[in-house]
């Protein structure tokens, strides 16, 4: 089961490919700061794909309306996780 450590974690272990694919600044933000504002800025930044459906699930998670919800939180991290493997050689 995750919760939302396990989602940051997830999330802030892509901060070396985020960094290579030129959003990594935005990408530190969001998982120091952990704040909607800070996801905004993330998905701003990313390219779209899967690292971008992974910022908007967890921003959904952090959000004021919808805090920790289980789905959003698991779904942020299967997405990052899909992101990290895209990159495997």
Known sequence: MSDLTD??????????????????KSWKRMTTERTEA???AAWNAAPPGVARAAVWAASISVSTW???EKW?????????????QEVQP
């Open 7 to 24: 989602m940051w974690a997830a999330l802030e272990a892509y901060q070396p490919i985020a960094d290579k694919k030129g959003h990594g």
């Open 72 to 84: 959003w939180i698991d779904r942020a991290i299967t997405k990052i996780n899909e992101a990290m």
């Open 66 to 68: 919808e805090p920790g």
């Open 38 to 40: 800070a996801a905004d």
